[in-house]
């Protein structure tokens, strides 16, 4: 019997597969036997190269990160001697977006976004990732991105797990350095998103280090000829060399980013469609006002597909269409679909609008009380994820 089919504390957990190897260790997907739902199981690597201190230095960080309940990172679960036992996602890592070829501009600045609102979280608790790279972005099935690999940075040298061509100019010197950059990896991720390729290559470290420090910025726009002049502004910003001269924090930078989004989405569509789509919702409203709640619903449901077409899925109108519908599908006794739109609906709202908007408290909190009904109708129905990404036109992974 190998030791992955062992399991590791007091039979609790038991492997079922094997997801991956690298250097940081061993991921598998496993079952919790006290109630029977899937994790996934990250042992770190044997004590012979990996000592129990930077094991240690690893799980803190991780769970440090993982406890904080926030909706773009993943959730630590339990903590072994030597594992970490997290929560299991189903989707494909931004790695794999970017081998299928060019993704949507509109996609690829929400995703940034995202990902820069779970760094922020991860700052604000102490907690660096040094490690930022397209394998540890991971996109659900609901279109959600979450950070993996809080920690893993102990386990293994950078050049050892691929993380070369994302270190910052400060990593490459060995320098004091702080969460500026994890900004800085996440523009090379950005680069790449937006070019199929990283910033800069390297046929070894040493040339991938001299590129970092010495060679000036590239500008994504050359490669993709469909980018915005303030995409390229942003990527010169999170690849300065000198820290100082980076967005300040992840918050700065989800603000640049999205304001990118804003001027992207916004010249999609003149002013005037905009104008037809809030008439529109207003007549919906007036037939649920009237006591035709269903019929609200089906002509909200119809408009949220419509003005992601027109005006773009991450557009301001485009995510309040879509709330006026969660908030219809509740008013007509559908809780669990009202829960299922806004758990999907919040993060896209948070991405574009930023965390501190007026309208993502109220969404946030309409949530939070449709899933307290729901808790309290669970033998009625359990709350539908991914719809609304199939609505905006987002792909379902």
């Given at each position: 019997m190998s030791d992955l089919q062992a399991p590791p504390v007091d039979g609790r957990y038991q492997v079922v597969r094997e997801l991956g190897r690298s250097a940081t260790g061993i991921r598998s997907e496993a079952l919790d036997r006290t109630d029977g739902h899937r994790v996934l199981l990250h042992q770190a690597p044997p004590p012979a190269s990996t000592p129990q201190p930077a094991v240690d230095r690893f799980l803190d960080e991780a769970e440090r990160v993982g406890r904080l309940g926030h909706q773009h990172l993943v959730a630590v679960e339990d903590r072994l001697d030597r594992s970490l036992v997290l929560e299991l996602l189903s989707g494909r890592s931004l790695d794999t977006v970017i081998a299928a070829g060019p993704a949507d501009l509109g996609f690829i600045l929400i995703w940034l976004q995202q990902a820069c609102l779970g760094l922020k979280a991860a700052h604000a608790a102490g907690v660096v990732h040094w490690g930022i790279k397209p394998s540890r972005l991971?996109?659900?099935?609901?279109?959600?991105v979450k950070l993996l690999g809080f920690g893993?940075?102990?386990l293994a040298p950078a050049t050892a797990t691929g993380n070369a061509p994302y270190l910052a100019p400060e990593q490459w010197r060995q320098e004091p350095a702080d969460g500026r950059a994890d900004l800085y990896a996440l523009g090379c991720v950005l680069f790449e998103l937006c070019a199929g390729r990283p910033p800069y290559a390297g046929a070894s470290p040493q040339e991938l280090m001299h590129r970092h420090l010495n060679d000036a910025v590239p500008y994504p726009s050359l490669v993709r000829a469909d980018l915005p002049p303030g995409l390229d502004q942003v990527v010169l910003a999170l690849l300065a060399k000198d820290p100082g001269a980076r967005p300040a924090d992840a918050a700065d930078a989800a603000a640049r980013i999205g304001a990118v989004a804003a001027g992207h989405h916004g010249a999609l569509v003149p002013p005037p469609q905009e104008g037809l789509i809030r008439a529109?919702?207003?007549?919906?409203?007036?037939?649920?006002?009237?006591?035709?709640?269903?019929?609200?619903?089906?002509?909200?449901?119809?408009?949220?597909?419509?003005?992601?077409?027109?005006?773009?899925?991450?557009?301001?109108?485009t995510l309040q269409v879509a709330y006026d519908l969660a908030i219809w599908r509740g008013m007509t006794d559908d809780i669990a679909g009202a829960a299922g739109l806004l758990g999907d609906l919040v993060p896209l709202m948070i991405a574009t609008l930023g965390p501190g908007d007026e309208d993502v408290a109220k969404a946030t909190r309409d949530l939070w009380s449709f899933r307290g009904?729901?808790?309290?109708?669970?033998?009625?129905?359990?709350?539908?994820?991914?719809?609304?990404?199939?609505?905006?036109g987002l792909p379902v992974h």
């Open positions: 991971f996109l659900t099935d609901q279109g959600r893993t940075a102990h529109q919702v207003d007549q919906a409203w007036a037939f649920g006002e009237a006591g035709q709640g269903l019929e609200a619903v089906r002509q909200l449901t119809a408009l949220v597909a419509h003005a992601a077409r027109t005006l773009g899925a991450g557009h301001p109108q009904d729901l808790e309290r109708r669970r033998h009625r129905g359990i709350a539908r994820p991914g719809e609304l990404a199939m609505l905006l």
